[in-house]
């Protein structure tokens, strides 16, 4: 089971709720993609779009309204 540090990805300020909402639409967005050109995806979904986002290739924008909740 993957359980990255959520310090490191939470930096900036990033909510939970926010880090949730992109890896699940980002997961949708990987899942599609695979779909659409008939590839078959050996890893989790999430697993692929959590790796993303904690290397950078997904940025997560927050509104600022939200960032110091």
């Known amino acids: 089971m ?3 540090d959520l310090k ?3 930096k900036n300020h990033l909510s939970r709720y926010s880090l949730v909402t992109a890896t699940a639409k ?3 967005e ?5 779909m659409e050109n008939k590839e078959i ?4 979904p999430v697993s692929l779009a959590l790796d993303e986002i904690i290397a ?3 940025v ?6 939200i960032r110091n909740i």
């Open 2 to 4: 993957f359980n990255p």
């Open 8 to 10: 490191n990805v939470l």
């Open 26 to 28: 980002r997961a949708r």
């Open 30 to 34: 990987i899942s599609d993609e695979a």
């Open 41 to 44: 995806i050996l890893e989790k």
């Open 56 to 58: 950078g290739e997904y």
């Open 60 to 65: 997560v924008v927050e509104p600022e309204e």
